[in-house]
DNA sequence: GCTTAAAATTTTAAGCTTGAAATAAATTTT
DNA sequence: AAAATTTATTTCAAGCTTAAAATTTTAAGC
């Protein structure tokens, strides 16, 4: 017995286990960004898109990156904006669009918060090898490739 | 170049990816359960929490199954209740406690969903075989030890 | 037995998120 | 060039989510 499983099954399974590992350890760093810095998980990962970013954003973009809706990046922004984090710019050329950057604050912010951070996840997978990680990723890969998830943020040429 | 890369940034990098590879997971399956079936990730959440438990289901047992606070467990439990998908019984022995679990009707509904999200979630990991979902299970684990997060709900020992 | 503390759930306020509708600007069609 | 379509963003309503406060009931200490 237990042997009978089909690979259906053993996928479904999967998913939920890791869809119950991956909310757990938001939990543990959203708890992490309340307690130490008093902010959250979304304008983190705002934060985040725009600081890796060279250069002003477009809010499509952004949205794009972080695969959230427009309506949501509107409101994280409108937020981060508040708060002196970041600032809206628009574009000459196109008045239909609107650049998102970090202000001098919110980069140096982000960057106080990213190292403790780098270093939370660090310890979340401490229990991970380089060889391990090299499986994670070639995992990750399949799956991203199976349903056309791709990682750059400019890729007009999906249609 | 490229090759220079800290075990605690790879890690970092890895959890970014997973995060993202998740997120668009979960979009196209609530795109799936909106279109199809006309309901949401969360009530299907909680209807597979309680399909699958073996009698009624402790309020905070299923808060603590899905990793949610108690009070959202409360929000989508009352929205599945007035849509007659389950209910709410009160335990005589202690009345403090509630607990809830699926009416027939949402028995039957979640049963008819269930089949076709497993095919959906098949399709979704269709390129990973055996092989590939054994070592899934054993990087999930890995993580999971280390952050302590069980799969059972029953665990009143962690103390 | 009374009081205090602990436990289970709900309520509340604030923020997050989506999908759809609205607005505004650019592009394409006629 | 005017009209129609497409594109970019915001607004909106509804639902999701959290953390904290409030409520209710049970358990523990005195």
């Given amino acids: 017995m237990m042997g009978e499983m089909t690979l259906s099954l053993r996928r479904l399974r999967a998913?939920?286990?890791?869809l119950r590992l991956v909310r757990g350890l938001e939990n543990q760093l959203r708890e992490f960004l309340r307690v130490d810095y008093n902010t959250t998980l979304p304008r983190f990962d705002v934060a985040a898109a725009l600081y890796r970013h060279d250069g002003p954003l477009k809010m499509s973009d952004l949205s794009k990156q972080?695969?959230?809706s427009n309506g949501n990046a509107t409101s994280v922004v409108d937020r981060l904006e508040k708060e002196g984090k970041a600032k809206r710019v628009p574009l000459k050329e196109d008045k239909r669009v609107v650049l998102v950057e970090l202000t001098t604050e919110g980069r140096e912010w982000f960057s106080e918060i990213?190292?403790?951070?780098e270093k939370q996840v660090n310890k979340i997978f401490s229990g991970l090898t380089d060889q391990d990680l090299d499986?994670?990723?070639d995992l990750i890969r399949i799956v991203e490739i199976t349903n056309r998830i791709t990682e750059s943020v400019n890729d007009e040429k999906n249609a």
Avoid: G, N
């Fill in 15 to 18: 998913w939920l286990r890791l």
């Fill in 66 to 68: 972080l695969l959230v």
């Fill in 114 to 117: 990213a190292k403790s951070h």
């Fill in 135 to 137: 499986q994670l990723r």
